[in-house]
Nanobody, 123 residues
Framework: QVQLVESGGGLVQAGGSLRLSCAAS????????MGWFRQAPGKEREFVVR????????YYADSVKGRFTISRDNAKNTVYLQMNSLKPEDTAVYYC????????????????WGQGTQVTVSP
């Protein structure tokens, strides 16, 4: 069983930065395809970024491309989401997710989810 724990959310002004962490246990992240998703109030959960099991390929949603960066530390079994140039529309609960099969942008295909961490960006 894989457990994911996110941290690093908070309140930041527009233009600021935050780094989210997703610590995994039960399985090494190098064997997992992982993604970050977010959900704003009243909206569906949306894809943000994903990284392949090898860590060699990433794919970003257009809305965050050039501002967000996903990375992975195999030694710490942790995946990070560096968020720069934050905008009020980035406000949401951010979730990391994992699956043992090939990476995907479809949240329905992920098997494991963290509890989420709130990111609030003020104007």
């Amino acid at each position: 069983q894989v457990q994911l724990v996110e941290s690093g959310g908070g309140l930041v002004q527009a233009g600021g930065s935050l780094r989210l962490s997703c610590a995994a246990s039960g399985r090494t992240v190098s064997t997992l395809a992982m993604g970050w998703f977010r959900q704003a109030p009243g909206k569906e959960r949306e894809f943000v970024v994903r990284i392949t099991r090898s860590g060699g390929t990433t794919y970003y949603a257009d809305s965050v491309k050039g501002r967000f960066t996903i990375s992975r530390d195999n030694a710490k079994n942790t995946v990070y989401l560096q968020m720069n140039s934050l905008k009020p529309e980035d406000t949401a609960v951010y979730y990391c997710a994992a699956r043992g099969a090939a990476v995907t942008t479809n949240p329905l295909k992920y098997d494991y989810w963290g509890q989420g961490t709130q990111v609030t960006v003020s104007p």
